[in-house]
């Protein structure tokens, strides 16, 4: 039974480039949630508006692809287990990853009112299921593992892997020209926002240029668990070839084709991460497969040069923990009012610090990386020990 766990592993036994790259993604997703201001940081560290790829648009697809890739080490004996036993296993995993997403939409929501003033446990209590927000980054997580992993086990093949991909951004992309045959992916008129308003309803998603609308609704599903399959044919190649170049060369040229379906595809659908959209899913997919072409073989030409990347690593192997802590510990930091001013105590720290040094572009992208930094003796501390937060 899969189940929320802290244990020792013996690090030899893990795959050093996939915990890498791992770390890559969630460093990056750290950096960006850390942004203080982000009309004061360079645009490549905040998502694109609707269309368009930035650095920050980048990390969390990212990371979709590595739990699919991480997949077939960590799941491979499960996925043969009967359908009641897997999908057990399945539910107990994702559900415990929905749930501390939920929990930290609530404390995001609790927390400012409790902090500046005071609890209220019957206004609270009266007021927040009528306004939190359900679904999140770790919701999205949970929900395209399920569908993923579900579909993994259907297929039993590589091939049909890569065709129930297929078959997913087909769908994703067919539900929007249907939905909206004039006008597909407007903001306001699309059938990611118009299921939304069903499930979970306007008062429970986010608001995105002034419209009831949640970049990780339910409809993207779909194309993020196509990321994931991608991810998944990746973690095949990493664990089932032996030789580096060999790899190498698998990886690169899938890499490739599916940059250029993705820029095939752009030309019908948009690029844009709050719809996921396919041609969005096929370059991330396609960028990370080459990523992982270019650290495996840097780290088979040179391996001494692992040890510029041992922080990555060290994040890598608790991507979900640290995610989870920064999270809370900005939502704290952002919560709290500072002393004889009236800014985030965030904000407050970042201007009595490095606050302009450099420009402010550079001072605000430098203090979202010196959070991240602040995580890494723990990151290290837990690399070193073997201790690894499993759920």
Not at 124 to 140: A, N, S, T, W
Not at 166 to 173: E, G, R, T, V, Y
Not at 312 to 319: E, I, L, M, T
Request: net charge neutral; hydrophobic share 55%.
């Amino acid at each position: 039974m899969a189940s929320f766990s802290v244990y020792h592993t013996n690090a030899p036994k893990r795959n050093f480039v996939l915990d890498v790259f791992r770390g890559l993604a969630v460093v990056l997703m750290i950096v960006v949630e850390a942004v203080p201001d982000f009309q004061s940081v360079y645009p490549t560290l905040t998502h694109a508006p609707w269309e368009g790829i930035n650095a920050a648009d980048m990390a969390f697809p990212g990371f979709v692809f590595a739990m699919g890739a991480s997949a077939v080490f960590s799941w491979s004996g499960r996925i043969r287990n009967p359908w009641p036993e897997f999908l057990w296993a399945l539910l107990v995993r994702t559900g415990g990853l929905f749930l501390i997403g939920l929990l930290l939409n609530i404390v995001s929501n609790v927390l400012p009112i409790i902090l500046r003033q005071g609890f209220d446990s019957a206004a609270l209590f009266r007021d927040l299921p009528g306004q939190v927000r359900v679904f999140g980054v770790l919701q999205r997580l949970a929900l395209t593992y399920a569908l993923g992993m579900v579909l993994a086990k259907m297929a039993k093949t590589e091939s049909r892997v890569f065709v129930f991909a297929a078959l997913l951004l087909l769908i994703s992309s067919a539900g929007y020209h249907t939905y909206a045959p004039a006008s597909p992916f407007d903001k306001a008129e699309n059938i990611s926002r118009a299921v939304d308003l069903i499930v979970p309803g306007a008062a429970h998603v986010s608001q995105y240029y002034g419209l009831p609308f949640d970049p990780e609704g339910l409809y993207g599903t779909m194309s993020s668990a196509a990321s994931m399959l991608f991810g998944l044919l990746a973690g095949h190649v990493l664990k089932e070839h032996s030789g580096e170049w060999e790899k190498g060369m698998l990886l690169a040229f899938g890499g490739a084709a599916l940059i250029g379906a993705g820029w095939f595809w752009s030309d019908y659908d948009i690029v844009g991460k709050p719809l996921w959209t396919s041609p969005y899913a096929l370059m991330n997919a396609g960028g990370d497969m080459l990523l992982l072409t270019v650290l495996g073989l840097l780290f088979f030409i040179a391996p001494f040069i692992g040890f510029l990347f041992r922080p990555f690593c060290a994040f890598g192997r608790n991507p979900l923990f640290f995610f989870v802590a920064t999270n809370l510990g900005l939502n704290v930091l952002w919560s709290l009012t500072a002393p004889a001013a009236d800014v985030p105590l965030y904000v407050w720290i970042w201007s009595r610090t490095v606050m302009g040094m450099g420009g402010m572009e550079f001072s605000a992208a430098l203090y979202a990386v010196l959070w991240c930094a602040l995580w890494w003796p723990l990151a290290e501390w837990m690399y070193r020990r073997g201790i690894v937060v499993k759920l």
